[in-house]
């Protein structure tokens, strides 16, 4: 399965993105599908994931109420909407999908290549 992270930019604090995964390749609706960020210098993290139902999400503390994770099947896209942005949440952004839920990097078979988001203060 290919993974097409698309949606990143620059905003100013307080801003929004919408974060896109397209799939190709194969159908991801029966994977979780998890959405990571690695800033400059530091270790790739968890930002949010879904269940391949989408009836169960999961966040980092940091971003809970202002992201949330969403999928549409039909469209083999997974989404990641991000609200308040701030300086903090400045990193490149990778989706990626695996069996079964977990929140290490380690574990997720397939990957997009990233987007990069900026946020300035």
């Known amino acids: 399965v290919q993974l097409q992270a698309s949606g990143g930019g620059s905003v100013q604090a307080g801003g929004y993105l919408r974060l896109s995964c397209a799939a190709s390749g194969r159908t991801i609706s029966p994977y979780f599908t998890g959405w990571f960020r690695q800033a400059p210098g530091k270790e790739r993290e968890f930002v949010a994931g879904?269940?391949?139902?989408?009836?169960?999400?999961d966040y980092v503390d940091s971003v809970k109420g202002r992201f949330t994770i969403s999928r549409d099947n039909a469209k083999n896209t997974v989404y990641l909407q991000m609200n308040l942005l701030t300086p903090e949440d400045t990193a490149v952004y990778y989706c990626?999908?695996?069996?079964?839920?977990?929140?290490?990097?380690?574990?997720?078979?397939?990957w997009g290549q990233g987007t990069e988001v900026t946020v300035s203060s």
């Open positions: 879904i269940s391949s139902g989408g009836d169960s999400t």
């Open positions: 990626a999908v695996r069996k079964y839920y977990s929140a290490g990097y380690h574990a997720y078979d397939y």
